[in-house]
């Protein structure tokens, strides 16, 4: 399909603020850059019962903070579900101020608590640290759930880009670790090591998302060419330590017809599938990457938004 009239006049407008790539910034300009840019196309803020800002201990001491959304007062004798979530931004953009507006409606929408993680951010604290980070926030949630009026028993992960692809990795370390997940909700997961599928040879240029954009992202982030073939990087194709994918929790993946990530978001949902696990799996025509971002602007991300939210519902058993 033509890309959606809309996302077109998204393009143009980017094209017209003629602002600098992030691949032409610091990490620290660039971070400024997404901050400022990112609340402009999305969908009005949903008001929430509570937002709580908790300093998590990591496991090498750090403490990391979590926001927790509650949509409605906690119920002590009826626990609610939970959506963890981890924001996209290439693992060197991105805060939980970010991807504030996504967070309150799916907590909304989902009828479910959301925590949104600040995992930290590279080159300074470069690959595996997002990825232990954000394990370590799932680990935190599912121990200490019930003051904060969660059920244990139904937690999702999900996340954006490189969000997902952080989702992806906790989905294998929650079944190794014998922490029950709902539901792994991925929004075009970034899964490969090396950009090399025909969607990136055809769309690495002119759909926001370019290739030196994606190169220069993962240079701040991995320490050397090897973590590239690591599956904590690349879940799709990764060797260095690859698990067997057997048994982790069902997934709902998104991927966007105009997006670099298309291609590597289907074959992972296919890899998913050949292991054994249940995928739901849509590509949404006409759009781009971060497009569940401009939901603001853009009228039919709407269906998007309400199919995600309604697989979590239908993984936490909401009617």
Not at 48 to 68: F, N, Q, T
Request: glycine share 8%.
């Amino acid at each position: 399909m033509p890309l959606n009239p809309k996302i077109e006049q998204v393009l143009e407008m980017i094209a017209r603020a003629k602002r600098p790539a992030y691949h032409d910034l610091t990490p620290q300009a660039a971070r400024a850059s997404y901050e400022k840019s990112a609340p402009i196309l999305e969908v009005p803020a949903a008001p929430m019962y509570s937002i709580e800002d908790v300093a998590v201990p990591m496991s090498d001491g750090a403490a990391v903070r979590v926001r927790l959304y509650h949509p409605a007062e906690p119920q002590w004798a009826n626990l609610a579900p939970a959506l963890v979530y981890y924001h996209g931004g290439g693992f060197t953009v991105g805060s939980v101020n970010t991807h504030d507006a996504i967070c309150r409606m799916f907590a909304r929408d989902a009828q479910c608590v959301v925590m949104s993680v600040d995992y930290r951010l590279a080159p300074e604290h470069p690959f595996p640290t997002a990825v232990d980070d954000a394990f370590d926030a799932l680990k935190w949630l599912h121990e200490n759930a019930a003051p904060y009026g969660i059920d244990a028993a139904r937690i999702a992960v999900g996340g954006d880009s490189a969000g997902g692809t952080l989702a992806t990795v906790c989905a294998v370390l929650a079944r190794d670790a014998g922490i029950p997940l709902a539901l792994q909700l991925l929004i075009y997961p970034g899964t490969t090591g090396h950009q090399q599928t025909d969607s990136h040879e055809r769309l690495s240029d002119g759909y926001l998302l370019s290739g030196d954009t994606i190169q220069w992202f993962f240079e701040q982030y991995v320490r050397d060419a090897d973590d590239r073939h690591d599956w904590r990087f690349a879940p799709l194709d990764g060797t260095r330590g690859a698990p067997d994918f057997r048994g982790v929790a069902p997934a709902w993946i998104a991927t966007a017809e105009y997006d670099p990530l298309s291609d590597e978001g289907e074959a992972y949902a296919l890899k998913l599938r050949e292991a054994g696990n249940a995928v739901a799996f849509t590509c949404y025509a006409g759009m781009i990457h971060e497009f569940f971002k401009m939901g603001g602007y853009v009228p039919d991300v709407a269906r998007a938004h309400a199919d995600a939210a309604a697989a979590l519902r239908e993984a936490f058993g909401i009617e």
